[in-house]
């Protein structure tokens, strides 16, 4: 019993520095929840995506930053066509969305159990160039390595990922692939 306790306490102690290392969001209450194990799948490579690692180890997170009138974040690409990088339909509309449309999904913490589904969000690019974009679906900061995350890892707690339309409205690389934002609810 007493080595199960000082393993357990080991290992919040450890989750507690790693939310430290990434960032001040532990002051907010964001809990690093542990690791998802990964599994290698059918990963659709377009767009670059993180796909699993058989035995490779996911931070796996509950919370996002605060939300502000300019909140930081990172901007991924997304397909949110059926077959491509999206997987599974939008979890807002169970719909799939063509790389035309002005698309976005949003880190668990900041999805908020759907609570901005359908709504847009402003997102502005370094240069000041901003957008505005609908909220479709939910880049899921637990869930992964599945067929229904196209065997990536889970999302970071800070992320907006968005369709092709997005980056081309924003004048972005599309082959960069992640790049400084913030956004703001509208």
Known sequence: MAIFLLVALSTVHIASCVV???GSFDEAGCQFIGYLPGKSGDCDRNNNPDCCVDGQQYQQFLCSPPVSAATRA???LNSFRKGKDGGYPSECDNAYHEDSEMVVA???GWFNG???????IKITASDGTSVSAKLVDECDSVKGCDAEHNYEKPCAYN????SPAVWDALGLDQNVGMVDVTWSDE
């Open 20 to 22: 430290k290392r990434l």
């Open 159 to 162: 992320v907006v990922d968005a």
């Open 74 to 76: 990172v901007l991924t």
């Open 106 to 108: 949003l880190s668990t």
């Open 114 to 120: 759907m609570s901005r589904c359908g709504h847009n």
